[in-house]
């Protein structure tokens, strides 16, 4: 029997959870997931997603913003940035500023028409668990908690109404064409492999790749948002059989967002040149670093008839076009057998923390090299300046 189970980022303990069961839902075949939506911002993107008719939505995070930003101030009486700071960047929203955030975004009208169609589930991340960053000592979860259930239409004698945290998992299907969902995202864990992320946690993350192992869980793959790009990475080394994140972020926020349209070749170079032992680099990318920063979602296609089952999942733009993709066989995603030839499939086993040190922080060291060629041009034009004033003025007297 064929199961496939795809899994949010950050799960443990609710894979011997009990589901919520949704065996009588018509076969599975269209997910879409997504994070980063600030509600103040046009969300057009939800014209594709309604196209691509999932019947699946995920939120994977930062539903809304819901803490207040400060602007960045380096000097003055509230310095958020720099070595004199003396405010924190951000700072939690009132009860009501949070409802009404979340109000505005759910009577989004391309959300309402989604909510019509595709069930919607979903987890949270900092931005909307209620202030940038923080963890389990925020004094507003429990209200916030209850803020975004409402959101997403929690029933009211859910299990997730009365516990501590939002974890929870979904099986949708028939037996032997089933997708199981399970969610457990922590308030500050994006992508399995990057960044703000269970890279950061070694010990915890081995933990949850030996209990893939030991359970014996094949069809996993991992779907995780927060970091304003989007991109799909792969670790071979972990479960018996290449274990796939697929980082869709963000609707609204994205990273070549900040700035103008001329500027944003800058952002693609610096995630080429960033080093990533992971990265899927294929032909379906649409730029060469195979990371996408502008707004976008994640599709995922399941083909129940082929044999071995297909999975097509990708990235995809504001027009609902694919940026990033990958075409697996469920038969893949299974502990190794004669169908995998071991040096072939296990190509990607190894974390940037293994990478020699100049190639972990070569960015930082462009970024601090172009800054000091900055700074000497810099001092270079003042002295020019100051020679050229210096000849005028003799220039002057002699006159």
Known sequence: MERLVAVIVGLTLV????????????????????????????QPIWDAINKFDPQVFIWLGDNIYGDIRRPFKILGKERTIGPWKNVPRFIPSSHSQMLSRYNMAKNIPGYSRLRANAKVIGTWDDHD?????????????????RLLLDFLDEPLHSPRRKQAGVYTSYTFGSPGKQVKVISNLSATTGPLFYMESWGRFPKERDRLFKLIRDSKRDGVFFIS??????????????????????TSSGLTQAVEEVLPSPLHFIVRFLAWFTPSTMRVINQNCRYRSCTYGKPNFGAIEIDWDAFPVKLKIEVRDINGLPVIGVDISL??????????????????????????????HRLAILIYAVLALLLLALVGLICAAILVCQVCLRKCKID
């Not at 668990?129 to 916030?144: I, S």
């Not at 792969?234 to 479960?239: G, H, I, K, L």
């Open 15 to 42: 894979l011997i959870g009990k589901a919520a069961s949704y065996s009588g839902h018509p076969l599975l075949s269209r997910i879409a997931f997504g994070s980063c939506a600030n509600q103040s911002a046009p």
């Open 129 to 145: 668990y209620g202030l940038n960053d923080a963890g389990k000592e925020f004094p507003a979860k429990t209200t916030n908690q």
């Open 225 to 246: 948002g927060d970091v304003h790009f989007g991109e799909i990475t792969r670790y071979d080394c972990a479960a018996g059989y290449p274990l796939y994140d697929i």
């Open 331 to 360: 038969s893949e995603l299974q502990a190794w057998n004669s169908t995998n030839k071991a040096g072939q499939d296990r190509r990607q086993c190894s974390l940037e923390v293994m990478l020699p040190w100049i190639v972990r």
